[in-house]
């Protein structure tokens, strides 16, 4: 069978900046469908490509449309943009996908690109996080997993990206490309993580215990707290223990803690969901529901990926990530519907039905940081409900605060991300509710509510309002973006979209008084 690395193992794109193209490169420009330019820089090297006029029955006409078209000095690759069409982090990026795969398809190595505010800065955004989006589209558009493929593709076109632009200074460029790249290597990172069957040697639970054990020996200032199997129930961590019971492959909790900053500084944790494959357990879902589960622990890869990217930039913030991991799979060993397990330091629950398992193990995540790292704000991450989806479907991840602060934090990084967040009702949906353990109150809360609506909000009161005890907290549903969206540059993903990593980056930013 196969043994994968769960890191990223192609290069990123060598983006430059540049007064100008090099000998070698193709030349980018936009124009609009009358096949005008928009600065004076890109009608000069039109001019200066010295097309002949019948060149112009072969100019893109259409917004999105692309053509290359060779002159006596130099290539072209002309995109047609509808003048001030853009309105979204995401046209910009498709911009910079447009590029890449049209290079690729071409097999062309070196490209250079004006990015003029007359093309790429939207109304209402700041200048660098137009200029990031654009460069992060055409990292994006590079991605490609191919481990188990017999032919793979050769290289990456193209190698070298020269990019020209007025949006940032000469002195502050060399920082955004950095950014910007870990940015790409956090997305890509995440992207692979889902994308891996949930098969030993790839990502099942040992595998993910694994990889986190390398990443504490692997990065100073990173230290890590583990709980396998039968520790997970001397430390009380009964709902992951239970949830995992059944599979063969043990269940585990860790917990990483990154001090980059004063103590001063707020603790920002994250908990993230991390189910390898979800079966439902002995409610098992339908046959056709099975083929996407292995990326249940979407929302733990997309806090991992936040988390290591402060890690390796050496960010002044206090960081807690703690991923609880598990297969949901029913056996002789499983947990039953009516099950009843003490949550870590907090309520009993009665468990209504095992396939909303990812909830259960998040709680005990919840709690543990709480009372061994005491965070000032707390995000939990997960691949949660399929109400959600109903209800907003793969654009948007359902966002649940406790207060306006965190609602405004997210929805802020929201904003400079791109990954699109919509707020859903909590504590304001007041007939929408849990059950107090049906065989006569048995336990103090039941896991699921006692009608099929409102399911989304009833799994974010069960997290939120009966067992996180943090004032300021906030819980992202991301069953809809996280696979079978677009991704990044609007293209349809083949399964992960690269959704959430960058979100949560921009959140602990804000959160803890850093931009990014």
């Not at 983006?15 to 820089?41: D, L, M, N, Y």
């Not at 003029?116 to 997993?145: K, P, V, W």
């Not at 019971?245 to 103590?263: I, K």
């Not at 000032?376 to 991450?381: G, K, V």
Request: glycine share 8%; with cysteine; net charge negative.
């Amino acid at each position: 069978m196969y043994k994968v690395s769960p890191f990223y193992p192609h290069p990123l794109l060598d983006i430059r900046f540049a007064e100008g193209p090099s000998s070698e490169s193709i030349v980018a420009i936009f124009i609009s469908p009358e096949g005008q330019t928009f600065c004076a820089k890109d009608a000069t090297a039109l001019a200066t490509a010295y097309l002949p006029e019948t060149a112009r029955k072969l100019f893109p006409n259409k917004a999105g449309q692309s053509a290359f078209i060779a002159g006596p000095n130099i290539t072209v690759l002309l995109i047609c943009v509808e003048p001030k069409g853009h309105t979204a982090l995401e046209d910009l990026a498709k911009l910079g996908g447009i590029i890449v795969r049209s290079c690729r398809d071409k097999s062309i190595d070196r490209v250079y690109v004006n990015a003029d505010r007359t093309t790429i800065l939207l109304e209402g955004f700041e200048e660098n996080i137009c200029l990031r989006a654009f460069l992060q589209g055409m990292h994006s558009a590079t991605y490609r997993m191919e481990d188990f493929k017999t032919t793979k593709a050769s290289g990456l076109a193209p190698a070298v990206v020269e990019v020209s632009s007025d949006l940032v200074f000469k002195e502050d460029a060399p920082r955004l490309l950095a950014l910007v790249s870990s940015l790409a290597s956090a997305e890509h990172f995440s992207r692979r993580l889902i994308d891996l069957p949930a098969q030993p040697g790839c990502m099942e639970t040992e595998d993910a215990v694994a990889l986190l054990r390398e990443i504490v020996a692997s990065n100073e200032g990173v230290e890590g707290t583990f709980f396998v199997d039968e520790e997970l129930r001397r430390e009380g961590l009964n709902a992951v223990y239970s949830v995992g019971q059944g599979s063969d492959h043990r269940p585990a909790l860790v917990a990483l803690r990154y001090n980059g900053a004063s103590s001063k500084t707020p603790t920002i944790a994250l908990v993230g969901k991390y189910v390898v494959f979800d079966t439902g357990g002995e409610d098992i879902k339908p046959a056709d529901e099975f083929a996407n589960m292995k990326s249940d622990m979407g929302g733990g890869a997309m806090a991992l990926a936040a988390f290591l990217t402060c890690v390796k930039l050496h960010q002044p913030v206090n960081l807690v990530l703690v991923l609880s991991i598990v297969d949901n799979a029913p056996s002789g060993k499983s947990q039953h519907p009516g099950t009843i397990i003490p949550i870590y330091h907090s309520k009993s629950v009665e468990v209504g039905n095992t396939d909303a398992e990812g909830r259960l193990i998040l709680v005990d995540g919840i709690r543990y940081a709480e009372v061994n790292h005491k965070p000032d704000y707390l995000i939990s991450i997960a691949t949660l409900t399929g109400a959600c989806v109903g209800a907003l479907g793969h654009d948007f991840a359902g966002l649940f605060a406790k207060t306006p602060r965190m609602a405004e934090a997210l929805k802020v990084a929201s904003a400079r991300s791109g990954d699109l967040v919509w707020q859903l009702p909590l504590a304001e949906a007041r007939h929408i509710n849990l059950e107090k353990g049906r065989a006569g109150e048995l336990a103090d809360v039941c896991s699921t509510g006692h009608k099929k609506v409102g399911g989304a909000t009833t799994a974010a009161k069960f997290i939120l309002l009966e067992h996180c005890q943090t004032k300021e907290a906030a819980h992202l549903d991301v069953a809809g973006p996280s696979v079978q969206g677009h991704d990044r540059t609007g293209e349809k993903a083949v399964f992960s979209s690269g959704y959430g990593p960058i979100l949560l980056w921009e959140a602990i930013q804000a959160l803890s008084g850093q931009q990014s």
